[in-house]
Nanobody
Framework: VQLVESGGGMVQAGASLRLNCAATGMLFRTFAMGWFRQVPGKEREFVAGVDYDGDAPNYVDAVKGRFAISRDNAKNKLYLEMNSLKLEDTAVYYC????????????????????WGQGTQVTVSS
């Protein structure tokens, strides 16, 4: 299983970015997926998650209304659309795959995820 993130970069506050995660070596459409982020000195934190069918995504409160997670099972890709970016969104963003098709509320538990990408840096400046 390989997860490769892309789409990170340096933007000004208020801008938008779309992160992409390309999955190979797995039956993508049967896995719940998630996005996490981490800043130095802090634990990796849940950002957004989606079950195998794309229904009922979950978000951390800090990004609700600004970020949107989606997936294209035909292309084996996961996305994170990030709008109205804030300084505090600066982090390395990771794509993660669970071994279960549906996690529901457990999407926020990083221990539910078996596979991780290498991360992509998002830097938001004022």
């Amino acid at each position: 299983v390989q997860l490769v993130e892309s789409g990170g970069g340096m933007v000004q506050a208020g801008a938008s970015l779309r992160l992409n995660c390309a999955a190979t070596g797995m039956l993508f459409r049967t896995f719940a997926m998630g996005w996490f982020r981490q800043v130095p000195g802090k634990e990796r934190e849940f950002v957004a998650g989606v079950d195998y069918d794309g229904d009922a995504p979950n978000y951390v409160d800090a990004v609700k209304g600004r970020f949107a997670i989606s997936r294209d099972n035909a292309k084996n890709k996961l996305y994170l659309e990030m709008n109205s970016l804030k300084l505090e969104d600066t982090a390395v963003y990771y794509c993660a795959a669970s071994s279960a098709p549906r996690l529901g509320a457990s999407q926020s538990n990083r221990h539910e995820y078996m596979y991780w990408g290498q991360g992509t840096q998002v830097t938001v400046s004022s």
